[in-house]
Structures are given as C-alpha cells and as structure tokens.
C-alpha cells in the first residue's frame, strides 16, 4: 500500500462533508448511534481543515504584502534615499549601513522560486525546460542563505 502526503482539494473536502452528513442521517434513521457520531466528528474535521486553510491562506497574504513593502523600502535605502551632512553639504547613500535582512531575502527568495516552480510545473509537466526551471527556482533559494 502506498500513501501519499498530498493534502485534500477543495472538492475533496467538499465530497467527503457530503458523504459524512448523509452517512450521519442515515445512521440516525437506524439508530447507529457510534456511525452517526464518526461522521459528525468527520463533518467537524472537514469545517476545521477548511478554516486553518482559509487562516493560512489570510496569513500568507498578509506576509506577502509585508515583504513586497520591505523590499521596496529596502531598494528605496539603497537606491534612492541620501543623507546630507549637515557641515559639510556631502549627500551620501544611507544604504551604505544598511542592515542584513536575512529573514527578508529568504522569504523573497522563496516566493520567487515558488512562482517560478509553479509557473514550470503548469506549463511544462517534466521535461528540460521543466528542470532547468527547477534548477533556477533552487539556485534563489540557496542565494538567499
């Protein structure tokens, strides 16, 4: 027997809250009390599994939004924001002492690659393209390390 770890579409879970709610009903009409109760208890999973995703999803949303704004404010520092000094008129570029930001590239480096591997993975199933995609997505990811 073989298992896999891929997670539930949608209309997966649909299906299955189907199924639980009319497996609950017909349970009750027989009186089977214990079938009745698993298949609430399934019908209860499904409305979590279906939240979490939904709490997951608002999260990466938000967390996308947050590094975009964190890479523009990062090349703004490096490209476009000079600081004067006061005595001597000089402007130099504050991005000179900019801090590492890690965390940052990793996050962008990973949403980037994820684009690219999703976009490979749609367009070309397998094949060269496929793999030097593949190659590239992991090249951002180790060049964010």
Not at 56 to 64: D, I, K, M, N
Request: overall charge negative; hydrophobic content about 40%.
């Amino acid at each position: 027997m073989t298992t896999t770890n891929k997670p539930m579409t949608g209309e997966q879970l649909d299906e299955l809250m189907t199924i639980a709610v009319n497996m609950q009903r017909d349970s009750e009409k027989i009186g089977e009390r214990s079938v009745a109760m698993f298949a609430y208890a399934v019908q209860v999973a499904v409305l979590e599994i279906r939240d979490v995703r939904s709490q997951l999803a608002e999260s990466q949303s938000r967390l996308e939004k947050m590094a975009a704004e964190n890479a523009a404010l990062k090349k703004y520092i490096c490209d476009e924001c000079y600081v004067e000094n006061i005595k001597t008129g000089a402007a130099k570029c504050a991005g000179l002492g900019m801090p590492e930001t890690p965390a940052t590239d990793a996050f962008l480096a990973e949403v980037r690659a994820s684009a690219i591997e999703h976009a490979a993975s749609e367009r070309w199933g397998s094949g060269y393209v496929f793999h030097e995609l593949n190659n590239f997505a992991a090249q951002l990811r180790q060049g964010a390390k």
